[in-house]
């Protein structure tokens, strides 16, 4: 990565806390203090020791960033990173839609030599594709449990050797029953669709900056 002159940025998170997130061309600092925030910018001298007395878990490297989206309508921004082999994923939270396309703007400023930029609006159809997909599968799983727990109720075969886990599984699930089983398969199915119904309703515009490989 180029180097950029020491410059920070700070986005407030919401207009009911008094937390903000930092943004400079080496590292993003979420959720701390804008008082705190506003002391860490006027004593920074670019000596990394400063980052002693932050969370930690809420400091992100920008060389560790693979991949980062964002919906336009929403105010959540997931952030992949990858260090020493391990992948994670987090999320920052920027409720002022200009302030988030601002910060999208700007650590992409920072990542272009290495990183793509692509916005792409969905349509209803393609919208639809992925809590589609969640319904199949928790119609298929919701069908698999329901017989699952039917067998579990008949008991195990007093000859048949299974793992602990697979035991307790087995207990877990006759204690729920058949009847249990559809319930939360129910319960779980209404979720996907209404889920399904708001991803149509409101088709993602989505923000992609990801790093070349």
């Known amino acids: ?19 903000v997130i930092i943004l400079t061309p080496d590292y993003i600092i979420d959720e701390i203090n804008q008082d705190e925030a506003e002391q860490f910018i006027e ?24 991949r980062i989206s964002s919906n336009q309508k929403t105010h959540i921004i997931t952030l992949k990173t990858k260090a020493n082999g391990k992948k994670e994923t987090d999320f920052l939270a920027i409720e002022s839609k200009e302030h988030k396309e601002q910060f999208l703007h700007e650590i992409y ?22 809590p589609l997909l969640m319904l199949l599968i ?20 007093r000859t048949r050797v299974v793992k602990a886990s697979v035991y307790y599984l087995y207990k877990t699930m006759a204690y729920i029953g058949p009847t249990g089983a559809m319930i939360i ?8 669709m209404a889920m399904l119904a708001y991803r149509v309703k ?5 923000t992609f ?5």
């Open 202 to 206: 409101n088709p993602p515009i989505m």
């Open 43 to 66: 004593n920074m001298n670019g000596d990394e020791n400063f980052f002693d007395s932050l969370n930690l878990n809420k400091v992100y490297n920008i060389n560790t960033i693979v």
């Open 1 to 19: 990565m180029a180097e950029h002159k020491f410059k920070t940025t700070m986005f407030p998170i919401d207009s009911d806390s008094n937390k």
């Open 109 to 130: 400023h920072y990542l272009k030599d290495e990183c793509s930029f692509r916005v792409k609006e969905y349509n209803r159809l393609t919208a639809a594709f992925r």
């Open 209 to 213: 900056i990801k790093r070349n490989i």
């Open 138 to 157: 928790i119609i298929g799983l919701g069908t698999f449990l329901t017989w699952f727990a039917f067998e579990a109720q008949q008991g195990l075969d």
């Open 185 to 192: 398969s129910g319960v779980a199915l209404l979720i996907g």
